[in-house]
């Protein structure tokens, strides 16, 4: 396992979110993470990076126990964090958001490498190297956030609802990059609304209901009855 | 024509002072998100260091420039350490952390009064020179000083956060703090970068408007009232906004007075601050940004 969470209770100061989830993942693995809105799909997210308060529980990686450390640790650990809403540095450039990625670095070598591998995933994020985040679409500002994330050469890459608000062609297009950056040996924990593809690219998908994992299967929880009725009716 | 180049003057002048001001100022500003109005308590404590230095010590005049300058940074940064960041760390508002910024001013301009005295104080450099001649006006060296250093400053400034890794982040930290996080900047070890950065500028304004003008414990306050007007006209989110703003507001007070009696000169300054803040809140260069500015 790169990643085990166990028993986890997590949320805001005082406000409780997650209670008991358990959730693993496999260090070549796509883990997607499905469930209605304010289930708390973005707080697992944040709690893994460090971002709420935990109450009990573990958040196993690789061996280590994190779950006290802060972002600047986790991200030299090797976890990067796409938070929801294509969320780029809009007043710096493409060239220098990728930069701010690789932060916690100043090997200038390295981060120059690193920031042709980006280009080759996402090359209209090259075209427009010296444009300012604002002035993106919204497709290129979720790759701009992507690049961004991969610029610090992650293990376990979180993402929270890339398809958020982008075309049908868009979304696919984006998923198939999730799957490049899989196959480059990155596990992957995908938060989706989209529930479809997101099990679809998928290898094992969980679902949260209000704060519990109330359902967890590979591939086939398609099939499962509740899933249709609720998350794939109609869509 | 003579006194139109001595107006001219006399504005870039005043505005290289304003400039200096505003751009620690709107540093602060957009990287922490709040009025930091004690930045003026800063440049009036800092003018009494040097005055204590050089005038009551007569340390050498560069070694008290360069320890004022020290000291700068450090007042800046321990009124970070030691009064915001525990009230951010207590999820105060921003709103909050202006009166608190308010209140260190009346603290430290008291403190001054208590300890120096209320009465006027001077420091200076050698002879006081008739100055040169310019197209007709009048500019001493120490003026030419003044707005060589400030142009000097206010260009490295701008190279160190166009060009530099710690620069860029302090532009990440005050364009969306929570995704500088993400990428492992800490936004705290940012804050104190920039409130010793900020100072320091207002310390090195300090050093020059003694030199210029005199030493006395209300100096900060008509200053960072004249900073903040820069910034606001300018673009407070922005340094060359700020910087721009405060050129103008040192035309036009300077102009004014041309058509106006030169005891309204103070009084062009808040009728320009007003008409900002009624017409274009974001200043002259400012973009009221869409959906993706959060
Ligand atoms: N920063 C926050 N402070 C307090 N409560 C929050 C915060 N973020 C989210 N919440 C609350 O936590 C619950 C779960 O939110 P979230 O994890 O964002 O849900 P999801 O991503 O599944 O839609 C919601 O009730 C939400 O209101
Ligand atoms: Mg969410």
């Known amino acids: 396992m790169i990643l085990s969470i166990k028993d986890l209770a997590a949320g805001y100061g005082k406000f409780r979110v997650l209670e008991d989830v358990d959730i693993t993942i496999k260090p070549d693995e796509i883990v997607a993470l499905i469930g209605p809105n304010g289930a708390g799909k973005s707080t697992v997210l944040k709690s893994i990076f460090g971002l709420t308060t935990n109450y009990g529980g573990k958040i196993i990686y690789r061996d280590k126990n994190i779950t006290k450390l802060n972002t600047s640790e986790l991200v030299r650990l090797g976890i990067s964090y796409v938070p929801q809403g294509r969320q780029v540095f809009s007043s710096l450039t493409v060239k220098e958001n990728l930069e701010m990625g690789a932060f916690i670095t100043d090997d200038k070598v390295l981060i120059k490498k690193k920031m042709k591998d980006v280009f080759a995933k996402f090359p209209v994020l090259k075209e427009k190297t010296n444009q300012y985040g604002f002035a993106l679409s919204g497709g290129q500002q979720q790759m701009l956030a992507m690049g961004r994330a991969l610029m610090q050469d992650p293990q376990l890459l979180l993402l929270d609802e890339p398809s958020l608000g982008l075309s049908p062609k868009l979304t696919k297009e984006i998923f198939q990059k999730i799957i490049d950056i899989n196959k480059e040996r990155t596990a992957v924990l995908i938060v989706e609304q989209n529930a479809k593809q997101a099990i679809k690219i998928a290898h094992r998908t969980y679902v949260l209901e209000d704060g519990k994992v109330a359902l967890t299967g590979g591939k086939n929880i398609v099939n499962n009855p509740k899933i249709k009725s609720i998350y794939l009716g109609g869509r | ?294």
């Open chain 2, 1 to 294: 024509m003579s006194i139109v180049v001595q107006l001219l003057i006399n504005s870039i002048i005043a505005g290289s002072i304003y400039a200096l001001i505003a751009s620690g100022f709107s540093l602060i500003y957009s990287v922490a998100k709040f009025m930091h109005f004690a930045h003026g308590a800063v440049v009036t404590v800092s003018a009494f260091i040097l005055f204590f230095f050089a005038g009551m010590l007569k340390f050498p005049f560069w070694l008290s420039a360069i320890l004022t300058i020290i000291f700068a940074a450090l007042f800046g940064l321990l009124m970070n350490l030691l009064c915001y960041r525990p009230m951010r760390k207590r999820k105060a508002t921003n709103a909050v952390l202006l009166i608190a910024s308010l209140a260190m001013f009346i603290l430290f301009q008291s403190l001054m009064i208590a300890v120096f005295g209320a009465d006027i104080k001077t420091v200076r450099l050698g002879q006081i020179s008739t100055g040169l001649n310019v197209f007709g006006g009048i500019i001493t060296e120490l003026q030419i000083i003044i707005v060589l250093v400030s142009v000097i400053l206010l260009v490295l400034l701008w190279l160190f956060m166009k060009k530099t890794r710690l620069g860029k982040a302090m532009r990440a930290v005050a364009d969306n703090k929570e995704v500088a996080q993400t990428v492992g900047i800490n936004p705290e070890k940012i804050y104190n970068i920039t409130f010793m950065i900020g100072s320091a500028i207002a310390g090195i304004a300090a050093v020059l408007i003694a030199l210029e003008q005199n030493v006395e414990p209300n100096m900060g306050f008509s200053l960072i009232i004249k900073g903040f007007t820069g910034a606001i006209i300018g673009g407070i989110h922005m340094v060359p906004g700020a910087v721009l703003g405060s050129y103008l507001l040192g035309l036009v007070e300077n102009f004014g007075i041309w058509f106006l009696p030169s005891g309204y000169k103070d009084a062009i300054a808040f009728v320009l601050l007003f008409i900002f803040l009624l017409i274009r809140p974001q200043g002259i260069l400012g973009i009221k940004r869409g959906v993706n500015n959060k």
